[in-house]
């Protein structure tokens, strides 16, 4: 896993990432998933409106990778993509912190952690997902975020959870924007997003083509793979029984009070019933992020590590650099359960 460090404009963000990718396997395996071509101009005009400096990113990465512009939004944007399946994700939101697992296959997986700070948005920490998109992440006023797929009933011509989730962590400050914000994007498939601020405000965003909706909760939220308000409950997938199973776990730990460092490593263990290796299946834990607000501090692992990156990120955005360039897991390709 690469960590990239990037305190430039939005264009130098795009184009060092993009040298990054270059000889990753994940553009060949985006390339044969993408389509060819989009509208670029409905692209352009969405990005124009929620976060004009990823187009600067956007022709960055172009020029890195050689791409003309249209190829690059087709391959990077995250809009008007087809149905991408399963990919899991578990998270517990409290008033203290917020611990995540992210589960699917490693195929579709950048392998960057990108840390941002760039003119036009707010500084971030995230994985990458698709160059421009992000899995899970936090900006500089502590608003945190992730996503979780629900399913593709009402798949459409939209953005991706991943660049939109980007948009959120770039353009918003606090829970109640980062709603905002989502009610407004087009989405494109069905998909849960769990949020929480600075203030101690938690919130998971239902999200859908059709229509978006808000759980919240002052103490603890959890969230996995499928709706939980009644009127969204139809566009659940028909199989719900890991979802649910690991719901039920994560309503468990809130009665043991565990705290932000227990709770990432509890997540990051492999034998943790959080943590998954059905990487054939598309269902493997690749990465655990985690932040903690009364004390800034950022950990996060890949698969079966030893060796997390544990930092201060007020420090971080305070001009303090990190001296990390990797972090190294192991992802057993074969490795499946029942």
């Known amino acids: 896993m690469d960590v990239l460090e990037l305190r430039d404009t939005s264009f130098q963000v795009g184009y060092k990432t993009g040298l990054i990718l270059k000889g990753k396997p994940v553009l060949t395996a985006l390339g044969g998933m993408v389509k060819p071509e989009i509208d670029i101009f409905s692209m352009q005009d969405i990005f124009s409106a929620y976060a004009p400096h990823l187009l600067e990113e956007l022709q960055g990465l172009a020029e890195a990778l050689n791409l003309s512009f249209e190829k690059a939004a087709a391959l990077l944007s995250g809009y008007d993509l087809p149905k991408v399946d399963a990919m899991g994700c578990s998270a517990i939101l409290t008033k203290d912190y917020y611990v995540r697992n992210y589960d699917f296959s490693s195929i579709l997986y950048d392998g960057i952690f990108s840390m941002i700070q760039a003119k036009g948005s707010y500084s971030s920490a995230g994985y990458n997902l698709q160059a421009i998109g992000r899995h899970d992440g936090v900006n500089e006023h502590g608003l945190v975020a992730g996503l979780h797929f629900v399913s593709n009933e009402g798949h459409t011509k939209g953005l991706c959870a991943w660049s939109s989730l980007r948009i959120v962590l770039d353009t918003c400050s606090s829970l109640e924007e980062a709603v905002h914000l989502l009610k407004e994007i ?16 938690l919130a998971v965003v239902e999200a859908g083509p059709e229509r978006v909706l808000v759980r919240t909760d002052e103490e603890y939220l959890t969230c996995v793979n499928h709706f939980q308000h009644d009127d969204l409950s139809e566009k659940n997938r028909p199989q719900l029984d890991g979802s649910k199973k690991r719901d039920l776990e994560m309503h468990r730990l809130q009665k043991k009070g565990m705290s932000h460092e227990d709770m990432a490593a509890y997540f990051a263990n492999r034998n943790s019933p959080l943590f998954f290796k059905d990487y054939s299946d598309l269902f493997g834990t690749l990465h655990t992020f985690s932040y903690s607000w009364s004390n800034k501090r950022l950990i996060t692992s890949v698969a079966q590590s030893n060796d997390a990156l544990d930092i201060d ?26």
């Open 313 to 338: 990120f007020g420090d971080w955005v305070r001009g303090t650099n990190i001296d990390r360039k990797q972090l190294y897991g192991m992802i057993e390709e074969n490795a499946s359960e029942s």
């Open 186 to 201: 087009p989405h494109a498939a069905c998909y849960n997003f769990s949020i929480s601020d600075g203030s101690g405000n």
